[in-house]
């Protein structure tokens, strides 16, 4: 996966509706210049400054009757609260929330049509892309009869959040769910917008007596190549029985869509796309969906001798690249390459993006290939400090950790930057917290507040402290 770089913003979405995927009443035609919009309080491009998320989850939370929780759980699963600059998931999902067109997923018509609002506004536009899912998740609690004070208390949302997900099954469902519940007693801080860990024990409805994925049943465990995985099986019209060449490659993908949502998609017939494995970022689950022995279609021509690892992220986005996700990634490649005698190194462990006749840039430049390798080839290395993005705009890059210290350099808008240690400095106030960390970035030279990196913990993990 991960072609949303190449993809003109609107293509995909615009050819979808052309197909009748969405309804097109609410879309432009073609043809026609777009009306000028009106100012979308900076969020147009997706990256609304801190503060602004925050307004439009609370305000979305309000208008539709939705707990607030509910709202951020589903954004940062779907895409940890950053929507991509109005590009599609390999989904054809857009922005924060996800609001998708496809054959099994038809939220963003239906947000289209409950909130009135464009299609193009409603992709690009991150409070909109909010507001419309808001106004799907509402539609979806009033037919389930929520009210009163069931529809206030954020356990009784749980089979309204399945739905919302449109996954292929009842299991994948629970998967997605599953996760959104995990992330509500977590607790969020991103972007700006902060979501106290909340504990709360869902009602699953229904979804009660669907077993979770990873339930070892004596047929999963037989299926499975790699002893880790949890076999999900892809959709057989989503790969070929068989191989005509011998395997010599494994090969580096990064979903450009949840986990969930991925293992989903390859169980929908008009993915026509598969892949061997999908890791999950938040703790390295490996689901396994395509046997070894049989061919998956995760690179078109070069798919007869190889096998497809899926990653779950964003190319541009390195907050989804944990150490979990590459030290369970790198132990199933480990396993792969020993099984099959495949050389340990780079001409035979691959990017998609590096492979002949390719149009994708997977994994990107955020993938750690040195760090990656190290752990294939059984060393235990310090894990990456460089894989964080900042947030807000006009942030300051000083000379020291202390708010009277020169600027070096502004960011102008969410950046990836190196983080070579952290230390602490002047305490900085900013969206309602406190922080005294600071980190010193490698590019930039200087130190900027740890309060716009895009992690929940105010000392970033796994980043060492300044001699
Ligand atoms: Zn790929």
Not at 167 to 194: C, F, K, M, N
Not at 226 to 241: D, E, L, Q, S
Not at 257 to 283: E, P
Not at 430 to 443: I, M, Q, V, Y
Request: glycine share 10%; hydrophobic share 35%.
């Amino acid at each position: 996966m991960g072609k949303t770089a190449r993809v003109p913003r609107m293509t995909a979405l615009l050819a979808a509706a052309a197909a009748g995927a969405i309804a097109l009443s609410g879309a432009l035609p073609s043809t026609a210049a777009p009306a000028p919009e009106p100012p979308q309080s900076g969020a147009q491009t997706g990256s609304a400054v801190p503060g602004d998320l925050n307004q439009a989850f609370q305000t979305a939370a309000v208008t539709y009757d939705v707990p607030r929780e509910v709202l951020v759980g589903i954004g940062y699963a779907e895409s940890h609260l950053d929507g991509h600059n109005g590009q599609p998931s390999q989904d054809n999902g857009y922005g924060l929330m996800h609001l998708a067109s496809n054959p099994q997923n038809p939220t963003m018509s239906e947000a289209i049509k409950l909130t009135g609002l464009p299609v193009e506004t409603l992709a690009k536009d991150s409070a909109a892309n909010i507001t419309g899912a808001a106004a799907v998740l509402a539609s979806y609690a009033d037919q389930a009869g929520l009210t009163g004070d069931a529809r206030k208390d954020v356990a009784k949302w749980y089979t309204v959040v399945a739905q919302y997900s449109h996954s292929a099954d009842a299991p994948t469902g629970r998967l997605y769910t599953d996760e959104v519940y995990r992330i509500i007693g977590a607790g969020v801080g991103s972007a700006g917008v902060q979501l106290a860990p909340k504990a709360v024990t869902p009602d699953r409805g229904a979804y009660v007596k669907v077993a979770p994925l990873g339930s070892k049943s004596a047929s999963s465990v037989l299926a499975v190549d790699y002893p880790g995985a949890i076999w999900n099986a892809a959709c057989t019209c989503n790969y070929r029985v068989g191989r005509t060449k011998a395997i010599s490659t494994i090969v580096i993908h990064v979903t450009q869509g949840s986990y969930a949502g991925t293992i989903s998609w390859f169980k929908n017939s008009a993915a026509q796309v598969s892949a061997h494995y999908v890791i999950r970022s938040s703790d390295g689950q490996v689901t396994q969906m395509v046997a070894e022995k049989d061919t998956a279609w995760h690179v078109g021509s070069e798919n007869p001798y190889t096998v497809g690892i899926e990653h779950e992220g964003f190319v541009d986005q390195p907050s989804w690249f944990t150490d979990a996700m590459y030290r369970s990634s790198a132990a199933v490649t480990k396993n792969i390459a020993e099984r099959r005698g495949i050389p340990k190194d780079r001409a035979h462990i691959k990017g998609h993006s590096e492979l002949p006749n390719q149009t994708h840039t997977d994994p990107g430049p955020n993938w750690n290939w040195t760090y990656y390798m190290q752990l294939v080839n059984g060393g235990n290395p310090n894990p990456p400090t460089y894989n964080f993005t900042t947030y807000g705009s006009g942030v300051r890059v000083r000379s020291a950790p202390l708010l009277t210290a020169s600027i070096v350099t502004t960011l102008p808008g969410p950046t990836q930057v190196f983080v070579t240690c952290q230390k602490q400095g002047d305490m900085v106030n900013a969206e309602g917290t406190s922080n005294n960390w600071w980190a010193k970035l490698r590019d930039q030279g200087g130190y900027m507040s740890n309060i716009y990196i895009a992690d929940p913990n105010p000392k970033l993990p796994g980043v060492p402290v300044c001699p």
